[in-house]
């Protein structure tokens, strides 16, 4: 069987981007805990607490160790850190005996995992940056393309497409700032040894503790106990998941737009594409499909995070197994999901000729609020107004009348209205101003902050 073959879950092999699987790798977090042992056992040496020589055994050690023999070790240990200080200490002769000295495996583990997180932000944080530019041209470039807006599925006001692609451009930027707000509180790490209080070291501890995560590009956790608050790992993994809510809310938009009745837009479909085994005709938007699919998932794993907050004491090992699982899940998922929603809009094809034919297609029943509020600033009434209109649209419903016609014929209107300004008032440009204006405006601000 081949390598691939081998393999079950499919963030091992489909989703996800090789990118994020190095950093989110077995070798990569063992290599940072081994590391961050590294940086600790220097500044223990630099202050005298260890024999001279033993950062440099460490050092040539981390080229020499392997995942493989860490987890052969683990066998015995049943402890994997314990499993990895053994497998160092025994390529460093006697100096492997000042290993791990006023240490917890929490203080390697922890740290290892933020460090990771940090790296994997980055490269989320790149992706959603890139989807922001991308909606911000296409807001942008249909500015001016007036459209029909939905509420509960029906035809409802009119719109600019434009502004539906800004929309989406600021609540993604919103998640942007989430993540600035959040990194002050989760780039933090631990090297405070058991239950969190340097027991051993004291205050030469504490400053080992800063030294070493300063150089991780940390802060010490001040409230760690025998691991780091878990609250601040289950705030990143919301989130994570509140991104992925809007990656399918935005995934739906494009589903619905791209319905045969509606056909506005279109995922690219390429010519050796094959949409049914049986219909060959099918041409389905299966990448914002499989959006959706991938955010069930995640906004489900959100439970395990918050239940990981929930712990015995100063710390019991209930959020480990769980955390193993989460990581990579949410972060492989989401990249899916954020390469997908680049791909499926930089290749997006808007259909505006049936955008036009959409908008025409009630005849003129979206102006049915812009009528009302004319005549009534016109000194009709609100009230009367309001009425005058529901019955020609109920007219126009019963009958299959056009609505537009019904207006231009009507007593009131006509009293109100001269033959051109009454015709004028379907003109859909005269109320695009405003949407239009902070379409831009979102276009603006978002591009000089994520540039």
Not at 13 to 32: C, I, K, P, W
Not at 80 to 85: E, F, G, N, W, Y
Not at 95 to 118: E, P
Not at 341 to 369: C, H, M, P, W, Y
Request: aromatic share 6%; charged share 30%; proline share 2%.
């Amino acid at each position: 069987m081949s390598e691939t073959g081998r393999r079950i879950h499919p963030i091992e092999y489909r989703y996800g981007s090789d990118e994020l699987r190095e950093v989110l790798s077995v070798q990569n977090f063992y290599r940072t805990m081994a590391q961050i042992e590294y940086l600790v056992v220097r500044a223990q040496e630099k202050r005298g607490l260890v024999p001279k020589g033993t950062s440099e055994a460490l050092r040539k050690a981390l080229d020499e160790f392997s995942v493989d023999e860490v987890f052969e070790e683990e066998k015995k240990t049943r402890h994997d850190v314990m499993a990895l200080i053994n497998v160092l200490a025994n390529k460093m002769g006697e100096l492997g005996d000042w290993l791990h000295v006023g240490l917890t495996s929490a203080d390697l583990r922890d740290t290892a995992k933020i460090v990771v997180i940090k790296k994997a932000m980055k490269i989320i944080k790149e992706r959603l940056r890139r989807l922001m530019l991308i909606l911000c041209d296409l807001a942008e470039k249909y500015a001016d393309t007036p459209c029909v807006a939905r509420t509960h599925g029906i035809h409802a006001n009119i719109y600019v497409f434009g502004r539906k692609f800004a929309v989406f451009a600021e609540e993604f930027f919103r998640h942007w700032e989430r993540i600035a707000d959040l990194e002050k509180r989760l780039y933090v790490g631990k090297i405070s040894g058991a239950v969190g209080i340097h027991t051993s070291l004291g205050l030469v501890g504490e400053e080992i503790e800063r030294e070493v995560l300063g150089e991780l590009g940390l802060r010490p956790d001040e409230s760690a106990t025998q691991i780091i608050s878990r609250d601040i790992v289950a705030e990143l993994f919301l989130v994570l998941a509140n991104i992925s809510s809007s990656l399918d809310k935005l995934a739906t938009e494009i589903r619905n737009l791209h319905r045969t009745e509606i056909a506005e837009v279109e995922e690219e479909f390429t010519e050796t594409q094959i949409g049914s085994t049986a219909m060959p005709h099918k041409r389905n938007p299966i990448t914002a499909e499989n959006i959706s699919s991938l955010a069930r998932i995640l906004r489900g794993l959100v439970i395990a995070a918050l239940e990981n907050v929930v712990l015995w004491h100063e710390r019991d090992l209930t959020n480990s197994g769980s955390e193993r699982v989460l990581i990579p899940e949410f972060f492989l998922l989401l990249d899916e999901q954020l390469r997908k929603a680049i791909r499926l809009l930089s290749r997006i094809k808007v259909n505006v000729d049936k955008i036009q034919k959409n908008l025409r297609l009630t005849e003129g029943l979206i102006f049915s609020e812009v009528l009302a509020n004319a005549l009534a600033l016109r000194g009709y009434g609100r009230k009367k107004a309001y009425m005058l209109v529901r019955s020609i649209a109920l007219e126009a419903h019963k009958t299959g009348a056009s609505f537009r016609e019904l207006v231009l014929q009507n007593d009131v209107f006509r009293k109100y209205f001269g033959d051109e300004e009454l015709a004028n008032l379907f003109d859909p440009k005269r109320y695009l101003g405003i949407a239009k204006k902070r379409t831009l405006e979102a276009v603006r601000r978002i591009r000089e902050c994520v540039r």
